[in-house]
């Protein structure tokens, strides 16, 4: 059994069945929220950008919400797959209690950050002239911008039954600001009608823009006035942009490469309990996307991929915890080794699935 699968949208299917998949057929590669679940496709996003996708000729762009954005940070950077182990490695060391306070696990969040995003990946990041990094956040509007219990609890009430009518409803309360190292090549359009704004990253923001677009309300604080940016409460970028979905906001013409760790897109966070708004379609029209097979996920501990419950799960058993998740970022390593055949063999083009 292959432990990858492949998923491509309608015109990606039919240029990787004629011409395989090569790293200058893509144009850009993206980044969903989703935590702790990273964890388990680490190994895949190694080989990416490790191995495989430096041997691009042409302008990369990268695109990520929350650990997205963290991780292609790190993808970036000087030594990409020397930074992705230092992040999963903090990530990993996190611990928390039931006296957890929202400011307890942002000074956590800063450490995991400094722990993988040095001074000389910031230059790097910042001086690439071909691999070009885009930071999704929110900034929020009303009750939604409050760190307030109260009125977040009644902002995120609000937003849950607005988005029964679809996710035009959140219009009032968020707007999609990107932070970006070249904001002008990136090819943004109102897809999804979204306020959006793009402002370049630089050495004073970057690790706030980091921050605000892995800031989940409840447990993390808003991130106030990012230099180089509107003043404003900035949030988790996830909130809008879950599982980003390109075609709500930007076109390529090339392919888009998506390391998931499902075999589906959630367009925004308050679309999870929705199994019909699933990306499908004209959407995902040039998107390919990498995620793990039911039997590499079955072989996994709990059969399951670890995700951010698990803090709960086993609480006051962090040793467990780290055990679980490291035995999941070990077995990544296999997804990417199958990645790395699946291309250089052409086996890639047999294997495809209908996104």
Not at 34 to 61: C, E, M, T
Request: glycine residues 8%; aromatic residues 10%.
């Amino acid at each position: 059994m292959n432990s990858l699968r492949v998923l491509a949208g309608p015109e990606a299917y039919q240029r990787i069945k004629q011409n395989g998949l090569t790293p200058d057929a893509v144009d850009a590669i993206f980044g969903a929220s989703g935590a702790a679940k990273w964890l388990a496709i680490q190994g895949l996003d190694k080989a990416i950008f490790g191995q495989w996708i430096h041997k691009r000729r042409k302008d990369l762009h990268l695109f990520g919400t929350s650990i997205g954005a963290w991780k292609l940070a790190a993808a970036a950077s000087a030594k990409p797959e020397v930074a992705m182990d230092q992040l999963a490695e903090a990530y990993i060391a996190q611990r928390y209690n039931k006296q957890t306070r929202p400011e307890d696990v942002a000074a956590e969040a800063e450490r995991i950050l400094n722990a993988f995003l040095h001074a000389e990946d910031i230059e790097a990041i910042l001086q690439n002239a071909k691999v070009h990094l885009h930071i999704g956040t929110i900034r929020s509007k009303g009750l939604l911008a409050s760190d307030r219990r109260a009125h977040l609890a009644l902002a995120m009430l609000q937003l849950a039954l607005k988005n029964v009518g679809g996710r035009d409803a959140l219009k009032q309360s968020m707007e999609r600001v990107l932070f970006s190292t070249s904001p002008e090549q990136f090819p943004l359009f109102r897809g999804d009608g979204y306020k959006t704004q793009r402002f370049p990253l630089n050495r004073s923001n970057i690790k706030k823009a980091l921050l605000a677009s892995g800031s989940i309300p409840y447990v993390l604080p808003a991130v106030r006035d990012i230099p180089g940016a509107e003043p404003g409460s900035y949030r988790d970028g996830g909130m809008l942009d879950y599982h980003p979905v390109p075609s709500n906001f930007s076109r390529f013409e090339g392919l888009i490469l998506y390391p998931h760790f499902y075999p589906h897109l959630i367009p925004g966070w308050f679309d999870k309990t929705y199994k019909k708004r699933r990306a499908s379609g004209s959407i995902v029209n040039n998107v390919v996307v990498l995620t793990p097979s039911e039997d590499f996920v079955a072989r996994l501990p709990y059969q399951r991929i670890p995700d951010r419950k698990d803090f709960k799960r086993f609480l006051g058993r962090d040793d467990e915890r780290e055990r679980v998740w490291r035995a999941g970022l070990a077995a990544s390593q296999e997804l990417g080794e199958d990645f790395l055949e699946a291309v250089r063999s052409g086996d890639i083009a047999s294997r495809l699935e209908r996104l």
